[in-house]
Each structure stands twice: as structure tokens, then as C-alpha cells.
């Protein structure tokens, strides 16, 4: 199931996305829910062509706790070593953006570059604590994400909030997808139409299970919250005027045009 959250005549829903987008968004439908989409959908007659509304970002999330060097690759090209627990830091809740909203590049930095990620979104239950059985009953679905970072700065500070925390550094969408395995899946990152990455989730050293582990045995994980799991080698700068595609095989495609701060 695709669970987008999008603006339409008549203000801002949640909805069912209907029909298959792999061939693209005409003629695909949304149908409202009543509601949240945790807990058992209530579903609307109402529907709303999925190219008459436009989509914002899928959830809300309190925290965005993103996951450093969890791609093997993507630790290569950096020259750093290979962490033996999860690399954790977080992004603010600010820097969540939605589909075909702009990433703003900020004076402050002069190489801001992409990562294209599996998000994780928790799910009603939150999670304290869980073992891995308890981490996979607190998956709600997944999503795109591309977490925006300032690489100038995150070398330059030692630690990473600057790099990874400015507004509009954390597109998430476009939708959240229920119900689908993601132990090896493709993950894409275009940039105008150039194979920038391209990795599959089966290589990450920490499967999704152990990171929500992990992380709430940290700080308890709200419903709502995304985990950002890592991005596999092939980062690069990207500069006004571009066009980023984040593409994970059976989830979609997030889509973001860059524009400096003005």
C-alpha cells in the first residue's frame, strides 16, 4: 500500500495512491482517508487524480536520526574506517521537505552534495528498547530520502549538525510503501539525468532491524519518526539549477529541483 499526504481543493489529506506508478503518475488516483493513516485505515469514497494535488512530504516526523558509513562503498571513497556499531546523528525536523520541493544550497557552503537513502517510518507503537523482533512490529513502511549534506562543513566542524541540519536538507517522499521487503533493493540517485549512485540495500553493513535496535535502546523512537540508513558510494556535488531523482526499486521516486538561498 502507497500512503501519500498531499494538498487538494479541499485542504490538506492523507490518501491511498491507486494504481500502478511504474509507468508513471497519469492515471493514478489518491483516495482520502479519514483521518491518520495509523492504526486501521478509514478510507473515503473520495478521490482526487494524483496529478491534480500536490504531494508534500509523507509524514511529519519529531526526528530524523540519519545513519553514517552504512554502506561499505560509500566508507571506501571517504577513506575512513568501517564502524563497528551504527554511526548515528541527527537532522532537524526543519530540514524535511516533500517531492519536487526545492533544496536550497546555503551560502554557508560551497560543496553540498546528495545521498540517496532508504528512509524508515516508525509506526504507531514507537519503539523502546525492542529486540529485532520488536524493531520489525515498529515499521510502519519506507520511503525515498536524500540526505543533503555539506560535506565542506561536516569536514570542517568535526561533527555534522551544520552539514546535515539546514532547511530543506532531508526530501522524504513520495509516498510511504507498506508492506514490502527491502532487504535488496536497487537504490538510484540521479543528477540531470546521470547515474550518480547506484547501490542495492542488501549491501549495508547494519540491515534495517539492528539500526531501529539500535537507535531505541539510544532514545525512544515516536511514531512518525525517520531513519535514514545510510547511502552507498557515488556522492558528488550538486549546484543551482539542477534536477536530483532519488529511485529505490518498488518505492518510487523523489524528485528535487536546487536553487540557492536567496
Known amino acids: 500500500m502507497r500512503i501519500a499526504r498531499f494538498v487538494h481543493s479541499g485542504g490538506m489529506s492523507w490518501g491511498v495512491v491507486e494504481g500502478d506508478p511504474a509507468a508513471g503518475t497519469q492515471g493514478l488516483t489518491v483516495r482520502v482517508i479519514n483521518g491518520h493513516p495509523f492504526g486501521e485505515l478509514d478510507l473515503t469514497d473520495l478521490r482526487f487524480a494524483l496529478d491534480d494535488v500536490r504531494l508534500v512530504p509523507p509524514i511529519l516526523p519529531s526526528k ?5 558509513r552504512n554502506y561499505a562503498d560509500h566508507v571506501a571513497e571517504h577513506g575512513v574506517e568501517m564502524p563497528k556499531e551504527p554511526l548515528l546523528f541527527l537532522k532537524p525536523s526543519t530540514s524535511v521537505v516533500g517531492p519536487h520541493d526545492v533544496i536550497s544550497l546555503p551560502q554557508q557552503s560551497r560543496q553540498v552534495e546528495h545521498e540517496a537513502e532508504l528512509a524508515v517510518v516508525i509506526g504507531v507503537t514507537g519503539a523502546r528498547r525492542v529486540d529485532r523482533a520488536g524493531a520489525e512490529k515498529a515499521i510502519f513502511g519506507y520511503t525515498c530520502a536524500n540526505d543533503v549534506t555539506a560535506r565542506d562543513l561536516q569536514r570542517s566542524d568535526g561533527q555534522w549538525t551544520r552539514a546535515k541540519g539546514f532547511d530543506s536538507f532531508c526530501p522524504i517522499g513520495p509516498w510511504i510503501t507498506t508492506g514490502v521487503d527491502v532487504s535488496d533493493l536497487e537504490v538510484r540517485c540521479e543528477v540531470n539525468g546521470e547515474v550518480r ?23 525512544t523512537l515516536l511514531p512518525g519518526d525517520v531513519i535514514l540508513t545510510g547511502t552507498p558510494a557515488g556522492v558528488s556535488p550538486i549546484a543551482a539549477e539542477d534536477v536530483v531523482k532519488v529511485r529505490i526499486e518498488g518505492l518510487g521516486e523523489l524528485r528535487n529541483p536546487v536553487k540557492p538561498v536567496v
Open 64 to 68: 530524523v536520526i540519519g545513519v553514517g
Open 197 to 219: 549512485q547506484l547501490g542495492r540495500t542488501s549491501d549495508m553493513v547494519f540491515d534495517v532491524p539492528t539500526l531501529i535496535s539500535y537507535i531505541s535502546h539510544v532514545m
